[in-house]
């Protein structure tokens, strides 16, 4: 189908963040407007303790000083990837428009705990594995909870230079809860009807308010995440190695076992002017792999973005991106064979 030049529906964010308590905060984030869902809903919160003063004064104190616990039905922090990608209207902390292709991002019941002891930190949680919640259990019910965590070391080398280099898991064994970690972003896509097919006789139409990322949807998921970033003055690098495979290597046939996908991203910005006002920079990303460990070819997805920013205010942002994506090998049928899409997008950013 074509797209022309116009604008997207505009997304809108309301957050909610109230001191409850000295060391007790909540979270509450409602999309007012999103590609997905044009009426308000919520997409989540959470509790965050820092202090147990609540218990008695001073408890746990020298342990508490580095450690903090978080509840809720959320984001969860698995890789950092979250950190950097666009929340339907909270573009602000993205350099370009688009999320990466396997977007880690997921909204579950969830607890962590994390501890930052100088420049280590240690992440350890627990979800339920289900973005959409119920207490339905029948026979082709399989959940089961997952397990998440992340290590690492963020600090500085001399003044002028930042270090951030982690590794994140998550498993979920279960036929029922494996499948949303790469799923879970309810608001839509940023590249709006791309790859949509124009209407047959009866007028349907091929196509999802998702396309432009893709999503294995393994029965059972294993995900690992590196992330390396470094900032020496405007110069900004980050390099993302992610493997996501099926857990079900047992099944029976062996043509149903399910396969893995390796995606590599890199990202090079350069920030300048005064209180680094301005960027420019391009990211590469890539996604490939076997849906089936059968399969005899993979799928294969790439993705060049290129753009810039100027920060009107700390709180405003406007950016341009051109992005080319293409789908190649001959694995992929349908409308995604030999698929391939290209523009340019403005965006124009408040948050706060």
Request: neutral net charge.
């Amino acid at each position: 189908m074509s797209t022309g030049s116009d604008f997207n529906l505009p997304s809108a964010n309301l957050n909610l963040d109230v001191q409850l308590l000295d060391g007790i905060r909540m979270h509450l984030r409602t999309y007012l407007s999103s590609r997905h869902h044009n009426e308000a809903w919520i997409k989540g919160g959470h509790i965050q303790i820092d202090k147990l003063n609540f218990i008695r004064p001073g408890f746990l104190e020298n342990i508490m000083k580095y450690t903090r616990i978080t509840i809720g039905l959320d984001e969860f922090n698995y890789g950092d990837t979250h950190f950097r990608r666009t929340d339907n209207a909270r573009a602000i902390y993205n350099p370009f428009v688009g999320n990466y292709i396997m977007d880690a991002f997921a909204t579950e019941a969830f607890g962590e705990v994390s501890v930052q002891y100088n420049s280590l930190l240690a992440v350890i949680g627990l979800t339920n594995g289900k973005l959409n919640q119920n207490v339905i259990v029948n026979s082709n019910t399989d959940n089961k909870p997952s397990f998440y965590g992340k290590i690492g070391y963020d600090g500085r080398m001399g003044d002028e230079m930042r270090l951030r280099v982690t590794g994140s898991w998550y498993i979920n064994n279960g036929t029922t809860t494996g499948t949303w970690l790469y799923g879970g972003d309810r608001a839509g896509s940023r590249y709006y009807n791309v790859l949509q097919t124009v209407p047959d006789q009866n007028g349907n139409v091929e196509g999802t308010d998702f396309d432009g990322r893709y999503n294995a949807r393994f029965t059972k998921l294993t995900a690992l995440q590196l992330n390396i970033f470094a900032k020496f003055r405007g110069l900004e690098f980050l390099r993302v190695i992610e493997r996501a495979a099926g857990n079900n290597e047992f099944t029976e046939p062996i043509a149903d076992r399910e396969g893995a996908f390796t995606q590599l991203a890199a990202e090079l910005l350069y920030r300048f002017g005064n209180n680094e006002r301005f960027y420019i920079g391009g990211r590469y990303n890539s996604v490939s792999g076997k849906q089936r460990e059968s399969a005899s070819d993979d799928l294969e997805i790439t993705r060049l973005n290129l753009g810039g920013g100027w920060f009107i205010t700390p709180n405003i942002l406007t950016k341009v991106e051109y992005v080319n994506q293409q789908y190649t090998g001959s694995a992929w049928t349908g409308r995604f064979a030999g698929a391939e899409f290209s523009g340019i997008n403005l965006e124009a950013v408040i948050g706060f």
